[in-house]
Nanobody
Framework: QVQLVESGGGLVQAGGSLRLSCAAS????????MGWFRQAPGKEREFVAT????????VYANSVRGRFTISRDSAKNALYLQMNSLKSEDTAVYYC?????????????????WGQGTQVTVSS
């Protein structure tokens, strides 16, 4: 099992920045990739960004490319999401996910482990 704990959410004005963190513990050696997803009220959970644990290969959703940066610290088993130029439509609960499938994927169903989520609210 892999346990994930997110932190760093909060309230920020439009145009501002936030940095989310996700701490992984347990059988972290089994992780192939980790990613960030978000779920706004009344909407389905959607992909934001993912990073392959071994070589740092990254995929972004079109809606965040150029504004958000995903990164990882392998030594600390930590995942980060730097969010800049935030917009009101970025308001959501942000979830950290991990997958042990041996391929890079943006599919929610491919992620085996999830954190509890952290709220990000962007005021306009």
């Amino acid at each position: 099992q892999v346990q994930l704990v997110e932190s760093g959410g909060g309230l920020v004005q439009a145009g501002g920045s936030l940095r989310l963190s996700c701490a992984a513990s347990g059988r972290t050696f089994s992780m192939y990739a980790m990613g960030w997803f978000r779920q706004a009220p009344g909407k389905e959970r959607e992909f934001v960004a993912t990073i392959r644990w071994t070589d740092g290969f990254i995929v972004y959703a079109n809606s965040v490319r150029g504004r958000f940066t995903i990164s990882r610290d392998s030594a600390k088993n930590a995942l980060y999401l730097q969010m800049n130029s935030l917009k009101s439509e970025d308001t959501a609960v942000y979830y950290c996910g991990a997958t042990n499938q041996a391929r890079i994927t943006i599919g929610i169903r491919d992620y085996n482990y999830w954190g509890q989520g952290t709220q990000v609210t962007v005021s306009s």
